[in-house]
DNA sequence: ACTACAATTCGAAACATGTCGAATTATAGT
DNA sequence: ACTATAATTCGACATGTTTCGAATTGTAGT
């Protein structure tokens, strides 16, 4: 238990999903709720379906679809069918854990 | 100023430097300085030559050198010559602006 | 000057990634 | 059943990444 390298191997696929400016632009938009047409509440877990997620990136619907399961491959964002729809959100643990990645213990 | 994008992308840079399991590893050393015959001390920069930040990582040298440079272009490892060394390091201030990223306002 | 050690640069090979368009699946409403 | 909208899968292509060994540069000591 505590495998250090496995952590580390974790971590690393976590920031490799952030490491494409897309990507993070996806992964921002739902851990800011900065997004257009949002109140912001942090409290709260914010939602999107997978198209608004991708207003304004320019990038084609295959190429959204992928880098949001790339994000869930690597745990970062969750993803539900509600209808028509697929919700993702960001679970505020996961922002605990990467921001405490940071902090020297 | 304040542009958002251009933050993004600084920070999609710091990911994907820290996205290779390798230089993950030489990151963590300099940041944790939990590497194999160092004292910690969280309040001081930890330095470490480069050829010790490779010891027991398994790359040659060609490999870790390149690895440091990404690092360092990234900035997210400082270095400079001492002697016959290069010495390396993380500045703490740097720590705490990836940690913030994670924190939702 | 010569030697030894530390680190970097260069070129090449194998492999991974980002992106698209076309075709497909899932769901809801008519 | 049919149609429309949302999202995914697939195959392809261009580009980037990881890694190595060989050659090179930088520095200190003899």
Redesign the interface.
């Known amino acids: 238990m505590s495998n250090y390298?496995a952590m580390?191997?974790t971590?690393?696929n976590s920031?490799?999903a952030?490491?494409?400016?897309n990507r993070?632009?996806l992964f921002?938009r739902l851990?800011?709720?900065c997004a257009p047409g949002t109140k912001c509440d942090?409290t709260i877990a914010v939602r999107f379906c997978v198209g608004d997620l991708g207003e304004g990136l320019n990038i084609a619907p295959s190429t959204l679809s992928h880098h949001l399961k790339e994000l869930n491959r690597a745990g970062l964002v969750e993803m539900e069918r509600k209808g028509k729809n697929v919700e993702c959100w960001v679970e505020p643990e996961k922002?605990?854990a990467?921001?405490?990645?940071?902090?020297?213990?």
Request: charged content about 10%; some cysteine; overall charge positive.
């Open positions: 390298s580390q191997n971590f690393s920031f490799k952030l490491s494409n400016p993070l632009a921002s851990m800011n709720c942090a922002l605990k990467l921001s405490s990645f940071f902090q020297p213990d």
